[in-house]
């Protein structure tokens, strides 16, 4: 059963041996503390997951694979220091495996999906704040403790350095767009509560919403473009709820071009503009990714150790990590 896990919603499919989904749901995030979301996902595996032979999860936060801890949990406050793998299979009895939604999404994309053929590429996942994956020279890159690529972490300016309303995780994301929005209309979270209902603003054509959204483009088409010099990135896939409309990968594409034709002209002839595409499975992405990350511990050459545990080598395209541990039950 493969889970992904977000601030505000939790995505879940029953898939076969060959990643083809049987069955798939939502339902929403627990949000008040770490019983209740083990709880929630007891239940759906419980209901949904007869017969499967354990979770693939993907979800936010700086997640050590190897050893199925959370470092972070990023929205999810509750997940942070917590064996979760561990936690996940005892509460449903199966063998489970964590990892990072945006690293998830990037190993979907690189393998199967719109990175296919890239050497140095991201993934850019916008929700209620913004994942991120960095691939160089074709090897998914980990960092010194996993946090490669933590976007959502990087600030805009020294001067709102204390305020986290000015980090790219609360200026550049979904709820970046939220916020913007609920400012320049007056209204208030009851009023404007998620991507959906933003957009219908915008597809009723209010002006407004209109000005805001081009303005997020703006902002998260800054982003790409730091990102895009600092690594020289050929392409960049967006991904996140709002990724399945086209009119939010045309509006940042059209941003980037813009920002790159106001640039001086020594910048502007030693800097290209990246590839800025969809990801290929759109808001699926991480449950595909978790799905491969899964079935490629399956796969491996796995020997039992003591407590029940089974050391497995990870992907061969991860970089920076060795080991990953497939609890079991």
Partial sequence: ???????????????????????????????????????????????????????????????????????????????YGQQLGYLLGEACGCRSIIANDAKCAAMAELRLGSLRGSRNCCVYLMGTAVGGALVMDGKLQLGARGAAGEFSFISTGLSDWEDIHSYVGTVASTSGLLRMMRLAKGMDREDLRDGRAAFSLIDSGDQVACRVFREFCDRVALQLYNISVLLDLERIAIGGGISDRGDVINGIRAALLSLHERLPQSLKVATRVPDVVRCKFGSNANQVGAF???????????????????????????SGGSTAILNKY
């Avoid at 992904?4 to 798939?24: C, F, H, P, W």
């Avoid at 899964?294 to 545990?309: H, I, P, Q, T």
């Fill in 1 to 79: 059963m493969v889970f992904d896990v977000g601030g505000t919603n939790i995505k879940y499919s029953v898939m076969d041996e060959a990643g083809e989904v049987l069955s798939r749901g939502e339902v929403s995030t627990p949000r008040s503390d770490l019983v209740s979301f083990l709880s929630e996902i007891t239940r759906i595996h419980d209901e949904a997951g007869v017969g499967t032979s354990g979770i693939a999860m993907s979800l936010p936060g700086i997640i050590d694979t190897c050893s199925g801890y959370c470092v972070i949990g990023g929205a999810l406050a509750y997940n």
């Fill in 292 to 318: 491969l990350v899964y079935k490629d511990v399956l796969e491996s050459d796995a020997e039992m150790v003591a407590g029940g545990r089974c050391v497995a080598k990870m992907p061969g395209n991860l």
